[in-house]
């Protein structure tokens, strides 16, 4: 059995959660080695038929694919052969990049973004993204109508220091473009070792030019969840990212807050690209009674898994607000609508990112990694959300130069117009 880590909702790169039957896996590089042994030596002119040779089935390869499979996949032995034998450059062929390449091109085919191959390097980058720390720029990125969108700078970043915004869309890196680069390959460019520098060429909605950021990676440093007490006795919480401990600090952080015995309180999830399942299980445990439904999870046969809060909530009957903009995605949307319907809170801001499918990550044999969507997830009230996001229940925009969720958590800054978190205060408040 290949180690299994917990479901990933994430549409960022995170990951954000990648599978194929990792038996699949050992049976593919089991057929490349019989392969590899199985090619002749070409004495003269061949036809493609003569040179070739069906492999000879592993006894993996046997028990994953049926016989009519074992047909199909020859062409693929037939292709691998051809260029082993007729390629110019033989030193040059790389056969672990062409195995991670075809895997790659097989997972790609099923054409769900989120369904994705990562090699052994990738895999890292992606898993460090929920570790609480990692190299690189700051930006949870998606794939949104065919462009690599910014869905959240992360808290304090070089990004979000530059002024990266959610919706901002990245066409360039280090001058060169991206079209028809995946997700992966795109954020293995941008990511890189702390101290060197990285320019980003954005296209944002409302601007009629690109805009150039030169970065330097940092280490990023991810605190999910940070609180205060805002004027007027109103409690204040920020949820960046649902990373695997978020739940643990909700509980701690709310307990702080309570002892501050606020009116309310203003739950932050603007520019929250998402992350684990179980974390907004438990954030969403610490407001909702034990027993109300959080979520359910619908995969492709129809059968249906509901998610319920547990015991022990801290905050069951405190007054909440939502904060939601479309950076909000993902596990952001999972506890802002279960809030929302089990009639616990009211969204305010703006209509949210809108991903609602469901991934399991695997590390295979070789530690690469693959994740595959198993399921999409509905609100308590059965609403879908993949592609349709939630809508505010009081719709505020965002004004022009706001400031970044962090700012509102910084001692002593001087106020920023801000007008998603007055109306939310105002809620709290009665008014």
Do not use: C
Request: a negative charge.
């Amino acid at each position: 059995m290949t180690p299994r880590r917990p479901a990933l909702l994430t549409g960022t790169f995170v990951a954000t959660s990648l599978i194929a039957v990792a038996a699949f896996g050992m049976a593919f590089v089991s057929g490349y080695l019989f392969g590899r042994s199985d090619v002749t030596s070409a004495g003269g002119p061949l036809s493609v038929l003569d040179r070739l040779a069906p492999p000879t089935a592993s006894a993996t390869e046997a028990t994953v694919l049926d016989g009519d499979e074992q047909r199909r996949f020859l062409v693929f032995w037939e292709a691998w052969k051809v260029v082993e034998l007729d390629f110019y450059n033989q030193p040059g062929i790389d056969h672990q990049k062409m195995i991670y390449g075809a895997i790659k091109g097989m997972v790609d085919a099923v054409g769900d973004p989120y369904t994705v191959y990562q090699t052994p390097v990738q895999r890292e980058v992606s898993d460090t993204d929920l570790r609480g720390s990692f190299d690189g720029v700051g930006i949870q990125v998606d794939v949104k109508d065919n462009r690599l969108t910014v869905v959240a700078p992360i808290d304090e970043s070089p990004a979000a220091l530059a002024g990266i915004r959610p919706g901002d869309v990245v066409v360039q890196v280090d001058g060169a473009s991206i079209a028809g680069k995946t997700l992966n390959d795109t954020v293995s460019l941008i990511r890189g070792q702390r101290g060197t520098q990285v320019t980003l060429t954005i296209a944002r909605p409302e601007v009629p030019d690109p805009l150039t950021f030169t970065l330097t990676r940092a280490e990023i440093k991810v605190d999910s969840v940070r609180t205060r007490l805002l004027d007027g006795g109103v409690g204040y919480m920020r949820i960046s990212t649902f990373a695997a401990n978020t739940g643990p600090e909700t509980v701690t952080a709310l307990k702080k807050l309570l002892e501050q015995a606020p009116s309310g309180i203003i739950i932050d999830l603007r520019a929250n690209p998402g992350g684990y399942l179980h974390s907004s299980v438990d954030v969403a445990s610490q407001f909702m009674e034990a027993g109300s439904v959080v979520l359910y999870q619908v995969d492709g046969n129809g059968e249906r898994k509901t998610y319920k809060a547990e015991a022990g909530g801290v905050a069951t009957t405190a007054k909440i607000a939502v904060l939601v903009n479309k950076g909000s995605a993902s596990a952001s949307e999972i506890l802002a609508g279960a809030l929302r319907d089990s009639g616990r809170a009211i969204l305010i801001g703006e209509k949210t990112f809108g991903k609602g499918t469901v991934q399991n990550v695997h590390q295979l044999s070789d530690t690469s990694g693959l994740r595959v969507t198993t399921a999409q997830w509905l609100t308590p009230s059965e609403a879908p959300i993949q592609g349709a996001g939630l809508l505010p229940d009081i719709a505020v925009a965002e004004a022009p130069g706001a400031p970044a969720p962090q700012a509102i958590l910084v001692p002593g800054a001087a106020p920023v117009p801000d007008p998603q978190l007055d109306a939310a205060v105002r809620h709290v408040l009665g008014q």
